[in-house]
């Protein structure tokens, strides 16, 4: 059995238990602060709680942990430094936390990459899974964010598909043999990524089952697809076998649960209640300002963690 395999299975991808203690630990910045932990394993960001915890990566990591988030990711991490990487990976090791997503590779948001067929732009994106195959076994990481990029104007749809079902096959093959995951993000058209490729959870979907690897999986974000085509529990439900990471945020504004329209506490005990025990990464803003705001995130996934 693989490292993939083995950590969507055996619920490894959770190293601590994630059922709340309701425990205090002592102080943490001025802070009272929360050891309890969450029923999902949701992944906060850099930046999130600056306010309280500080500049220092370190220390926010630190915050995190002691308000009950037992995953991080961070999008930018392969620009990090070698040495910021290893010392994020260690602290994160100190304390039992797991590492979520990172971006894998370039994005192109305004011309086609994957959707062309142009096998130089191919081949760049594999040498570039190929170097996040290197930042994800320094930080300890699973999942790595694929974004196909622009669509073709001047191509077919099909064809389209067909062009980037041959990028994600190859990349496939680098991952697998690690145990490492590509999860492919659809992105909504509306408010923030006009002229992406993909979309919707069943082209992803169907995309997944044509490159046919456990190496290529879908990322849920639910903010997105809220805008795209609503309808969350029913296409979780039938995108379920290939869904290995969700992400977070409410709709209008992008910013924590209970800000928006979706219903977080019938989507998670959803999730839930389903045996995910992976992450959950909470990809938004802060809807209040300072260091009320990030606590006020923290009561808001108390809130609709309740079930």
Known sequence: MNRRDFI????????????????????????????????????????????????????????MYDHGFRSLEDNGMKGRSISDQNKIAKKMSQLGMNMGVFVAHKIYWKEPNLTNGDKILQDEFVKEVKESVEVAKRVNATWMTVVPGFVDLGKEMGYQTANLVDALRRASDVLEPHGLVMVLEPLNWWTNHAGQFLTKIPQAYEICR??????????????????????????????????????????????????????????????????????????????????????????????????
């Open 8 to 63: 969507r299975k055996s619920g490894a991808a959770a190293t601590l238990p994630v059922i709340g203690v309701a425990s205090l630990h002592g102080v943490s910045n001025g802070q009272e602060s929360r050891r309890d932990t969450f029923n999902l394993n949701y992944a906060s960001h850099f930046g999130m709680f600056k306010e309280n915890a500080g500049q220092d990566l370190i220390d926010q990591i630190q915050f």
């Open 210 to 307: 044509a490159v046919d690897n456990p190496s290529c999986k879908i990322l849920f974000d639910i903010y997105h697809q809220q805008i795209s085509e609503g309808n969350l529990i029913p296409n979780i439900d039938m995108a379920w076998e290939e869904i290995d990471y969700f992400q977070i945020g409410d709709n209008p504004g992008r910013k924590e649960p209970t800000t928006g329209e979706i219903n977080y506490r019938n989507v998670f005990k959803h999730i839930y209640d389903k045996g995910f025990t992976g992450i959950l990464g909470m990809e938004h803003g802060n809807s209040k300002p300072g260091k009320a705001g990030e606590m006020a995130v923290i009561e808001a996934y108390r809130k609709v963690d309740v079930f």
